[in-house]
């Protein structure tokens, strides 16, 4: 990081100021995309382990039906 000088007449000042804003306005609005980022994930990761769980018992049951179609063989 380079050290900048320090504003001393109102226009610097004024003009620091209004780049501060803006860069923070900018950090702010990044921050509410991301929120909405994550949410969504969440969402979809939400919905995953629901399928997945359903598939899990999709096959159990195949399993089970599987094996008692097998004839015991002894």
């Given at each position: 990081?380079?050290?900048?000088?320090?504003?001393?007449?109102?226009?610097?000042?004024?003009?620091?100021?209004?780049?501060?804003?803006?860069?923070?306005?900018?950090?702010?609005?990044?921050?509410?995309?991301?929120?909405?980022?994550?949410?969504?994930l969440?969402?979809?990761?939400?919905?995953?382990e629901?399928?997945?769980?359903?598939?899990?018992?999709?096959?159990?049951?195949?399993?089970?039906?599987?094996?008692?179609?097998?004839?015991?063989?002894?």
């Amino acid at each position: 990081m380079t050290k900048s000088k320090k504003p001393t007449t109102l226009k610097e000042w004024e003009k620091t100021c209004n780049n501060l804003d803006k860069a923070l306005h900018s950090m702010m609005q990044d921050s509410a995309m991301d929120t909405l980022t994550i949410e969504n994930l969440r969402e979809q990761v939400a919905s995953l382990e629901k399928q997945l769980t359903m598939s899990n018992g999709i096959i159990k049951y195949l399993e089970i039906q599987i094996a008692r179609s097998k004839p015991n063989s002894v």
